[in-house]
């Protein structure tokens, strides 16, 4: 018997760009979205074409790179926004506008200071302009798990009517319960008439940490698409996870009557270069795509899966994509096996400039570090990246003194908008005293809110990953560095998020949190 398709829809770039820090230059979120098709992702959320003319350029980017995707764009159920969304769209292969409109009555009344009835008047009125450019129209309910039961079924057939092709119900503010949100979406679809000509669709967030849960849940009462990120990114406590929900409908057959169209053996590629990007590691023990995922401590456990693989696994690591990495370049690679191998990871260099930079970056690398592998090659890659913000610092030269028993010293000299500078300073550790001698020149009045290192593969000669999180007057970005030497790879990353905040680059998301 045959299964009902569940349509994979990935907003890593709209919804998951909205996490504190996470933005993605135009570049970067191209790279992810060739991954994406490349995993066979059904829709790919590319943005939010209104918010700022960054955000428009990279989902009319998305819209010109992918071909075997639909690229999608959000936008309120306003003209302009539908306007702005389709503009970026036109290039695109296969398209699709996603509207929403606030539902529940504290939205209506406090947000939009509406009344039902121009609500639903509003939604329709946005689904029939969106059909003028495309027919394939998503609306959805913003905060729809705290809406009426009975508005939400007048206002989805009207938007059916109207031409919408996909109804997504969303667990905005992670309220939803698995059972009362799964039992909701059936009840929806049993009782809207029109019901029958649209996809149900879900979008979960995870303040409860049950987004995964109660997305599943919908999938068993009906929903055919669900809305998730990569690693779960997302504003707040995130989204429901994408490798989560395709690993539970693959691995559970027989509780899901649905299948996905995903090429699991992309997962963790795509997992680890979207933590590269964004500068969210991924902690060891989350599912999928965590370093633990598929280890084991426990000698018993050990014993079961030398003997049998299935006593203690449920899924095979392969296929989601470990194991995958092989070693790929060392010192003696030409620049022609560099180029090809970093094609077949999705990146393509814009000049001969950016590909001579890269190159001469891994010939750095090589000569550190004998065994190179694609981990090591996407961080190298967005290191080279990250001067698409412009450089007004760069680190020069650097010398650090720690010995025990002695106050740490640094002495950093940088160029600073083309011109050296020299300074020192102490600090309680290594870091720490290059830090602050950074701070001498720059006197950015930063506040240092988060310092994580991570270690890009295994042994001791392993690059580390360092991400610095600063926030200046409710501005916060994120700097990413990686070098084999932990303190140069920290100091990498705090110029990296002092150019990016000088860059003022900023991101606007008018919809306070859409859907």
Same mark, same amino acid.
């Given at each position: 018997?045959?299964?009902?398709?569940?349509?994979?829809?990935?907003?890593?770039?709209?919804?998951?760009?909205?996490?504190?820090?996470?933005?993605?230059?135009?570049?970067?979120?191209?790279?992810?979205?060739?991954?994406?098709?490349?995993?066979?992702?059904?829709?790919?959320?590319?943005?939010?074409?209104?918010?700022?003319?960054?955000?428009?350029?990279?989902?009319?980017?998305? /819209?010109? %790179?992918?071909?075997? $995707?639909? #690229?999608?764009?959000? *936008? !309120?159920? @306003? &003209?302009?926004? +539908?306007?702005?969304?389709?503009?970026?769209?036109?290039?695109?292969?296969?398209?699709?506008?996603?509207?929403?409109?606030?539902?529940?009555?504290?939205?209506?009344?406090?947000?939009?200071?509406?009344?039902?009835?121009?609500?639903?008047?509003?939604?329709?009125?946005?689904?029939?302009?969106?059909?003028?450019?495309?027919?394939?129209?998503?609306?959805?309910?913003?905060?729809?798990?705290?809406?009426?039961?009975?508005?939400?079924?007048?206002?989805?057939?009207?938007?059916?009517?109207?031409?919408?092709?996909?109804?997504?119900?969303?667990?905005?503010?992670?309220?939803?319960?698995?059972?009362?949100?799964?039992?909701?979406?059936?009840?929806?679809?049993?009782?809207?008439?029109?019901?029958?000509?649209?996809?149900?669709?879900?979008?979960?967030?995870?303040?409860?940490?049950? /987004?995964? %849960?109660?997305?599943? $849940?919908? #999938?068993?009462?009906? *929903? !055919?698409? @669900? &809305?998730?990120? +990569?690693?779960?990114?997302?504003?707040?406590?995130?989204?429901?996870?994408?490798?989560?929900?395709?690993?539970?409908?693959?691995?559970?057959?027989?509780?899901?009557?649905?299948?996905?169209?995903?090429?699991?053996?992309?997962?963790?590629?795509?997992?680890?270069?979207?933590?590269?990007?964004?500068?969210?590691?991924?902690?060891?023990?989350?599912?999928?795509?965590?370093?633990?995922?598929?280890?084991?401590?426990?000698?018993?456990?050990?014993?079961?899966?030398?003997?049998?693989?299935?006593?203690?696994?449920?899924?095979?690591?392969?296929?989601?994509?470990?194991?995958?990495?092989?070693?790929?370049?060392?010192?003696?690679?030409?620049?022609?096996?560099?180029?090809?191998?970093?094609?077949?990871?999705?990146?393509?260099?814009?000049?001969?400039?950016?590909?001579?930079?890269?190159?001469?970056?891994?010939?750095?690398?090589?000569?550190?570090?004998?065994?190179?592998?694609? &981990?090591?090659?996407?961080?190298?890659?967005?290191?080279?990246?990250?001067?698409?913000?412009?450089?007004?610092?760069?680190?020069?030269?650097?010398?650090?003194?720690?010995?025990?028993?002695?106050?740490?010293?640094?002495?950093?000299?940088?160029?600073?908008?083309?011109?050296?500078?020299?300074?020192?300073?102490?600090?309680?550790?290594?870091?720490?005293?290059?830090?602050?001698?950074?701070?001498?020149?720059?006197?950015?009045?930063?506040?240092?809110?988060?310092?994580?290192?991570?270690?890009?593969?295994?042994?001791?000669?392993?690059?580390?990953?360092?991400?610095?999180?600063?926030?200046?007057?409710?501005?916060?970005?994120?700097?990413?560095?990686?070098?084999?030497?932990?303190?140069?790879?920290?100091?990498?990353?705090?110029?990296?998020?002092?150019?990016?905040?000088?860059?003022?680059?900023?991101?606007?998301?008018?919809?306070?949190?859409?859907?």
């Amino acid at each position: 018997m045959s299964k009902d398709k569940l349509i994979i829809f990935d907003t890593t770039l709209r919804d998951g760009e909205q996490s504190p820090g996470a933005s993605m230059t135009r570049d970067e979120k191209v790279r992810i979205a060739k991954v994406l098709e490349k995993m066979k992702v059904d829709v790919i959320e590319a943005g939010f074409a209104i918010a700022s003319p960054g955000d428009f350029d990279a989902v009319k980017a998305v /819209a010109n %790179a992918v071909k075997d $995707s639909t #690229v999608c764009s959000l *936008a !309120r159920a @306003v &003209e302009g926004d +539908i306007a702005r969304a389709a503009d970026a769209l036109k290039n695109a292969a296969s398209s699709r506008i996603h509207t929403f409109i606030a539902t529940s009555p504290i939205h209506m009344k406090y947000k939009l200071k509406m009344e039902p009835p121009q609500v639903i008047e509003q939604a329709v009125k946005a689904v029939t302009y969106a059909r003028q450019f495309t027919d394939n129209v998503e609306f959805s309910l913003e905060d729809a798990s705290r809406s009426e039961f009975e508005f939400m079924c007048r206002i989805i057939e009207a938007c059916i009517n109207a031409g919408a092709g996909t109804i997504n119900i969303p667990d905005t503010v992670g309220y939803g319960e698995p059972g009362q949100f799964g039992e909701t979406i059936g009840k929806l679809i049993q009782n809207i008439p029109n019901a029958d000509k649209a996809v149900f669709s879900v979008h979960c967030h995870n303040d409860l940490g049950l /987004a995964v %849960a109660n997305s599943l $849940s919908a #999938v068993v009462h009906g *929903a !055919r698409q @669900v &809305e998730c990120t +990569i690693n779960g990114l997302g504003e707040r406590a995130g989204n429901a996870s994408l490798e989560e929900i395709v690993m539970a409908v693959a691995t559970r057959k027989d509780v899901f009557p649905v299948e996905t169209g995903i090429d699991t053996r992309h997962i963790v590629p795509a997992s680890r270069l979207v933590s590269n990007i964004t500068g969210f590691p991924v902690q060891p023990n989350k599912a999928i795509v965590g370093a633990n995922a598929f280890a084991h401590e426990s000698g018993i456990h050990q014993d079961g899966v030398l003997k049998h693989r299935e006593t203690y696994e449920i899924m095979r690591a392969e296929d989601v994509g470990w194991n995958t990495n092989k070693l790929v370049m060392g010192k003696h690679s030409g620049r022609a096996a560099f180029k090809a191998r970093l094609e077949e990871l999705g990146v393509v260099f814009g000049t001969p400039e950016e590909l001579n930079e890269a190159f001469a970056r891994f010939k750095e690398l090589a000569d550190k570090k004998h065994e190179i592998f694609d &981990e090591d090659l996407q961080a190298l890659v967005s290191d080279v990246n990250s001067t698409e913000v412009g450089e007004t610092y760069r680190l020069k030269s650097m010398e650090v003194h720690s010995k025990t028993g002695s106050t740490p010293h640094a002495e950093i000299e940088l160029m600073v908008a083309g011109q050296s500078q020299r300074t020192s300073a102490d600090g309680s550790g290594p870091v720490d005293a290059s830090f602050k001698a950074i701070e001498k020149i720059a006197q950015s009045g930063t506040d240092l809110q988060l310092y994580s290192v991570n270690a890009i593969t295994s042994g001791t000669d392993s690059q580390g990953e360092v991400t610095v999180r600063l926030e200046r007057d409710g501005r916060i970005v994120n700097g990413n560095g990686a070098d084999t030497d932990i303190v140069v790879a920290s100091v990498k990353a705090y110029l990296n998020a002092l150019n990016i905040m000088m860059s003022r680059v900023e991101r606007a998301h008018p919809q306070s949190g859409g859907v």
